[in-house]
């Protein structure tokens, strides 16, 4: 597995010195280029990458889609894999992109899609809970990340040209309950201005009663009740930024309408 495949990897960062030199490590030995689209970083996000081999591109932040696809206009294969800088390539689902590139079946492949298996900070990985599966390995040609502040994913237009594969891509997507509640606050902050606004009987009724359904969804339908106290907590957090979205899209809808009248 020395021979690098015709793989561009592109990855955004900003501040990611805790964790960019090991998802570097787990591309830059089959991809044939690996791309750090750098949002300024004020720590060694940048140094380290570069020292690891990595080619560092500094671009202020233009929101989550359009950042992606100043990687994907630098890249210079048709094949993209698409990672944030929390995201590691584990050793057997590099094995598979060997086995489907040596092979030949990405001839006939337009995306693969990969499975996404966060890990806490307390090094417990949860394999059977909150998984989640992304368009991360896709072709340039066929498809492209939304040009969009918001939205950095794209649907899958023929699923006959899709592929799941089973390793996993390890998110370690929280240092702490802090940076997690402070990362849904974040997100939720874009999406509400962003989103399509909603009416207003709307957002009122999911500010009244939504809550307890997005937590279900994150606890009994994504199975978060299968890890613990922490999966526990963890559930409440990531269920407040959909609620908080509404909240601020609510807030959002009042300004204007107070700014109107």
Known sequence: MNKKLPISCYIRTFNEESTIEKVVLSVIGFCSEVIVVDSQSTDRTALVAKSLGARVIEQEWLGNGCQKRVGEQIAETDWLLDLDADEVVSTRLKNEIFKAFESGEERS?????????????????????????????????????????????????????????????????????????????????????????????????????????????????????????????????????????????????????????
């Open 109 to 261: 492949i337009d995306v693969f899609l990969l499975k996404l298996v966060t890990v806490t900070p307390n090094d417990q990985v949860w394999k059977n809970s909150c998984l989640a599966w992304r368009q991360k390995l896709y072709r340039k040609s066929i498809y492209r990340i939304p040009d969009h502040k918001a939205w950095d994913q794209f649907k899958v237009l023929d699923s006959s040209k899709a592929k799941k594969l089973k390793g996993a891509l390890y998110h370690y997507s929280f240092r702490n309950f802090e940076h997690l509640l402070n990362k849904m606050n974040r997100v939720s902050s874009v999406r509400a201005s962003e989103k399509e606004m909603k009416s207003l009987p709307i957002l009122c009724i999911r500010i009244l009663f939504g809550f307890p359904f997005y937590w279900y969804k994150k606890f009994v339908y994504q199975k978060m009740f299968m890890t613990g106290m922490y999966g526990f907590i963890s559930s409440i957090l990531m269920a407040a930024q959909r609620w908080l979205t509404d909240i601020k899209m609510f807030e959002n809808y009042t300004s204007k309408n107070h700014k109107s009248s």
